[in-house]
């Protein structure tokens, strides 16, 4: 039997509430049909954002969306994205499917929508592309409450009142598709572009985030930290889970246990990840002003048969969901330098909450994991500690992943909130689970289990979901529990 220990006492960090967050960008069905359809649609909406969408991603506690990319930020000019629709530019989005982009979902339209979701605002700028002048005056147009030539603009066309814009990205992968730039280069374009963003409202400070690093690149995390650590609040990493080559990614529902094992060891790279660049970036600025934003994650396969190989549409099955498990409670471990975290992305693109055809929405076994791990924003992290084998993956070179993974969190009312996820496809775990200096009242508990391939699809939209569990026993300070294999389980306790 395992041994569970949960430290009440311990209280690491505040769980920041944005490292549950999400990325939307302009990258096939994700904006357009996935959450945005125009007023005009016969599909039921507010302001052109679907209702359907729009609740069940409230309803999962979305507390903070990136947009409008990803690549396409550094080839986006905002101001083709206001006005009249009609008078609006169009133009070939490059980087995705080399579709016409008609740029209906502008500026008002994100803030809308963050409005409608009730969730922080994120907006990657244009450095590849664009010019200092244009990224300051988009700052403008959003917050500035006074006389100028943006906030007048921004009241022609229909929004006299600023809005808060909590984050803004200067640049994304300016290492590749953002200009293909030197770290040393690029820090030193940050600075410039950063100083023109201004705080306009007093108390309002908007959260600058630097371009940080893809995988395992820490000559860029170095050499950038040299020059942004006075300046941003946040470096960006960006990592995915790629099951076999950039080129033949493998298939998002048919894999074999080998796969499934190679996918789920790639996964826990993540934690030497995170682990690496925190301390490349502490030893260029031990005083750590600069936090860590994984901004970019997920599971990337080949696209689904038959789809636009641009669009970068995937299914999603029970072995995301354990992904997604797996990476979040590593985020909830390092809440005391992880501020946000975004997967990529929110519908209809890579490891996706939501899919939507037409009127038909389902939800994802990995958005059911963010619903069951919602309670853990902004709650204080506690210690915790459980003991596990490690599973090889002869696929990836025999790296090891853990069988069991866990974190633990408590909330201002005193209720303890456990996640924890079983990794193994066949074996089930038995747990003894301790609260230290803790009389326990009660123990509730619902789990998330399945096959590794079984996904929810359109005519059968709740093959994998959130259930009820009791398959454990209260003890007087904790409970025991046979954890199923491949399943994701989260205790309440009071």
Not at 199 to 224: F, L, M, Q, S
Not at 356 to 362: A, H, I, Y
Not at 455 to 464: D, L, T
């Amino acid at each position: 039997m395992e041994k569970y220990l949960i430290n009440p006492n311990q209280r690491i960090a505040k769980i920041n509430k944005n490292i549950y967050g999400h990325f939307s960008e302009h990258l096939g069905r994700c904006i357009y049909e996935g959450i945005y359809v125009g007023e005009d649609s016969k599909i039921p909406n507010v302001n052109g954002m679907r209702k359907d969408v729009v609740k069940a991603l409230k309803e999962m506690g979305i507390p903070v969306l990136r947009w409008p990319g990803g690549c396409f930020a550094d080839e986006y000019h905002w101001k083709d994205g206001i006005g009249p629709k009609d008078n609006r530019k169009k133009m070939i989005n490059t980087h995705w499917g080399g579709v016409v982009e008609d740029n209906s979902f502008g500026t008002h339209e994100y803030f809308e929508l963050c409005r409608q979701l009730g969730c922080d605002t994120y907006i990657n700028g244009n450095v590849g592309s664009g010019s200092v002048q244009e990224l300051s005056e988009w700052v403008e147009y959003i917050t500035f409450d006074g006389v100028s030539p943006m906030s007048e603009l921004r009241a022609e066309n229909g929004h006299k009142e600023p809005w808060k814009l909590d984050y803004i990205g200067i640049g994304n992968e300016n290492w590749g598709c953002g200009g293909c730039m030197d770290p040393e280069y690029y820090g030193c374009l940050f600075k410039r572009y950063n100083t023109y963003c201004r705080d306009y409202k007093a108390g309002e400070h908007i959260h600058r985030i630097a371009c940080g690093p893809g995988d395992a690149n820490y000559h860029w995390t170095r050499e950038v930290m040299d020059k942004v650590k006075h300046h941003a609040n946040g470096l960006s990493l960006h990592y995915y889970t790629v099951t076999g080559t950039w080129q033949h990614k493998g298939s998002a529902t048919e894999f074999d246990n080998n796969e499934y094992n190679t996918t789920i060891s790639k996964a826990y790279k993540i934690e030497e990840l995170i682990n690496n660049h925190l301390a490349v970036m502490d030893s260029v600025n031990p005083q750590k002003w600069v936090q860590l934003i994984v901004d970019e994650w997920g599971t990337w396969f080949d696209v689904e048969p038959g789809t636009n190989p641009g669009f970068l549409y995937q299914q999603s099955t029970m072995r995301d969901a354990i992904v997604a498990a797996l990476t979040l409670n590593i985020f909830n471990k390092h809440a005391d330098r992880i501020m946000m975290a975004n997967i990529a992305q929110t519908v209809n693109v890579l490891q996706s909450v939501i899919l939507t055809d037409g009127e038909k929405m389902v939800k994802t076994p990995t958005y059911y994991v963010f619903k069951m791990f919602k309670e853990h924003q902004n709650n204080t992290l506690l210690g915790s500690y459980l003991t596990t084998d490690y599973i090889s993956a002869k696929d990836n070179n025999n790296a090891e992943f853990p069988h069991l993974i866990e974190s633990a969190s408590i909330d201002e009312n005193g209720i303890i909130y456990s996640t924890i996820a079983n990794t193994s496809l066949n074996k089930s775990s038995k747990i003894k689970c301790q609260i230290a200096d803790r009389k326990v009242k009660s123990v509730k508990a619902e789990i998330i289990t399945a096959d590794c391939r079984d996904k929810n699809e359109f005519g059968k939209k709740e093959a994998v979901k959130i259930e009820k569990f009791e398959d454990f026993r209260k003890l007087s300070d904790g409970f025991t529990v046979n954890v199923p294999a491949c399943s994701v389980v989260k205790f309440t306790i009071e």
